[in-house]
């Protein structure tokens, strides 16, 4: 590959990698108003990885967390801060990076030409951010107020979610194949 295609790859990459960063913060700050209101922070992480695909989505998904670190409002709520992540909420957050690391090694080992293998790879990515999310709250909300149930934590920060995360997946999978055609130099 000559100098010029090495460059302009790389140019795409940080161009890519910075437009997903910024489209999970702003579905971070959608909420859609429900009995226990969402946002689309999970769709976007799917959709990065996705369309891509593991390495430059895992490092769209970083930027954002890394951005949201330093202080920048890109977290749901308009949060940021090291508080945001420290918080009782703040493994779902860090369970995205983890989400995204996985689907990246599961696109190394298995690949997806499927959409569903893509779809099953992004569900099993999903239990993995609610367990992590999940220990985290315990652990912080125990360390704060006191000891909570499993079943407690899971009926309110993960039960009510289901539903509407498997729909995010869905829509994430589909258009993650129309748009990854758009996406030069994807990883294959």
């Given at each position: 590959?000559?100098?010029?295609?090495?460059?302009?790859?790389?140019?795409?990459?940080?161009?890519?990698?910075g437009m997903f960063a910024v489209i999970i913060a702003?579905?971070?700050?959608?909420?859609?108003?429900?009995?226990?209101?969402?946002?689309?922070?999970?769709?976007?992480?799917?959709?990065?990885?996705?369309?891509?695909?593991?390495?430059?989505?895992?490092?769209?998904?970083?930027?954002?967390?890394?951005?949201?670190?330093?202080?920048?409002?890109?977290?749901?709520?308009?949060?940021?801060?090291?508080?945001?992540?420290?918080?009782?909420?703040?493994?779902?957050?860090?369970?995205?990076?983890?989400?995204?690391?996985?689907?990246?090694?599961?696109?190394?080992?298995?690949?997806?030409?499927?959409?569903?293998?893509?779809?099953?790879?992004?569900?099993?990515?999903?239990?993995?951010?609610?367990?992590?999310?999940?220990?985290?709250?315990?652990?912080?909300?125990?360390?704060?107020?006191?000891?909570m149930g499993v079943g407690t934590v899971l009926g309110?920060?993960?039960?009510?979610?289901?539903?509407?995360?498997?729909?995010?997946?869905?829509?994430?999978?589909?258009?993650?194949?129309?748009?990854?055609?758009?996406?030069?130099?994807?990883?294959?």
């Amino acid at each position: 590959m000559s100098t010029t295609a090495v460059n302009r790859s790389k140019t795409y990459d940080l161009v890519y990698i910075g437009m997903f960063a910024v489209i999970i913060a702003v579905c971070s700050w959608i909420s859609i108003p429900t009995a226990v209101p969402f946002t689309l922070q999970t769709f976007a992480v799917f959709l990065a990885v996705g369309v891509l695909g593991g390495k430059r989505g895992t490092l769209a998904v970083l930027v954002y967390i890394l951005l949201g670190a330093v202080g920048i409002p890109v977290f749901s709520g308009f949060k940021g801060g090291i508080g945001a992540l420290t918080g009782v909420t703040g493994g779902y957050i860090v369970g995205f990076l983890a989400s995204a690391l996985f689907l990246w090694g599961m696109e190394k080992l298995v690949g997806r030409k499927k959409s569903w293998i893509l779809a099953l790879q992004m569900v099993a990515a999903l239990i993995l951010c609610y367990a992590i999310g999940t220990v985290w709250f315990m652990v912080v909300y125990g360390g704060n107020s006191g000891t909570m149930g499993v079943g407690t934590v899971l009926g309110m920060c993960v039960i009510p979610f289901v539903i509407p995360d498997l729909i995010k997946i869905g829509f994430a999978v589909v258009m993650s194949k129309e748009l990854a055609k758009a996406v030069p130099f994807r990883e294959k």
